[in-house]
């Protein structure tokens, strides 16, 4: 189809959480008005490089993740473009003060936290943010990107800091693989490959899996179709209506609770659109644990094997 763009590895590979760390820097030097602030873990969400870059612009809040959304509140009504940052799995801890102090008074702010999924590995389930996406989708205003891979992170803080309002960004531990740039625009998803037998609808770190499950499907005569979304809300409901009516077999794959997420995204755009087989893979209403992140991956039906066995199976 016209609007395939298919990924092409670079060879190098890089967290989405050091990418972001980077893209705040690059922000930094182009706009004085970006300010960082974060919950004392400057060296685990990379917003340590913007603190050396503009050490008058990074605020270190400490461990108090609430009082650091309200400090960005503040500041965003003095003209200020905030970027909070912290682990994904304390949105928990501060959900009150981004609902009723930011999302509220839509006020513009941004929050790139990062170690989500199970891919954050030894720490454990107590720190593997499942429920994040599910928490921020329910808020109005709040624009939400997952990207895939460095290249995409860059584009993703680009983004948001031209956009008046709330933003969420989940990034990852992981190294994943970069891929040369791609065309970006907000609420649009991407072809990544065409295919007529199903369509696997993806996001985040989750599509180097995916592509890895769409070669098995292939070496298996399943000609699948791969669809990866950078924005999760808005969200592409032209594209998906469009490839779930041409392949008939939809699948969601994604490194978060199949409760709240990408999969029910994709369920509330085709519920009462059309007859369709659907499958959610993802996390089943249960958490992480503690382990290495490829053992974790095929652990929970996420490694590439594994959802091409499952597309099969269904």
Do not use: W
Not at 37 to 61: E, G, I, K, V, W
Not at 152 to 167: F, H, L, M, N, S
């Amino acid at each position: 189809m016209s609007n395939e763009i298919r990924v092409t590895p670079t060879g190098e590979k890089e967290a989405t959480r050091v990418a972001y760390g980077k893209a705040l820097v690059k922000l930094g030097e182009q706009n004085d008005k970006v300010v960082v602030l974060d919950a004392d873990l400057a060296a685990a969400t990379m917003t340590n490089a913007f603190r050396s870059a503009f050490p008058q612009r990074h605020y270190d809040c400490g461990i108090a993740e609430a009082d650091m959304v309200d400090i960005a509140a503040g500041m965003s009504t003095m003209g200020l473009i905030p970027f909070c940052s912290t682990f994904a799995v304390f949105a928990g801890r501060c959900y009150d003060q981004i609902r009723n102090g930011v999302c509220y008074p839509h006020l513009n702010v941004k929050f790139g936290f990062s170690h989500a999924g199970v891919t954050l590995g030894e720490d454990g389930g107590s720190h593997q943010a499942i429920e994040d996406l599910a928490l921020m989708r329910v808020l109005p205003g709040m624009t939400i990107f997952v990207p895939s891979d460095a290249n995409e992170t860059y584009q993703c803080v680009e983004a948001a800091a031209k956009i008046d309002g709330p933003v969420f960004i989940r990034t990852a531990r992981l190294p994943s693989p970069i891929y040369e740039s791609r065309p970006f625009e907000v609420g649009k998803g991407r072809v990544v490959k065409d295919g007529k037998d199903c369509v696997i609808f993806t996001c985040g770190i989750m599509l180097e899996h995916t592509l890895e499950a769409v070669k098995l499907l292939e070496e298996n005569g399943v000609d699948a179709a791969l669809v990866c979304f950078h924005t999760i809300k808005p969200f592409d409901v032209a594209l998906t209506l469009e490839y779930a009516a041409k392949c008939g077999k939809v699948f969601t794959v994604e490194e978060h609770s199949v409760i709240g997420g990408l999969g029910d995204t994709v369920a509330s755009v085709l519920c009462g659109k059309g007859s369709f087989t659907f499958k959610k893979i993802g996390i089943q209403d249960r958490f992480g644990q503690s382990g290495k992140p490829a053992a974790l991956l095929k652990e929970y039906g996420l490694d590439g094997a594994s959802i091409a066995q499952q597309v099969l199976e269904a």
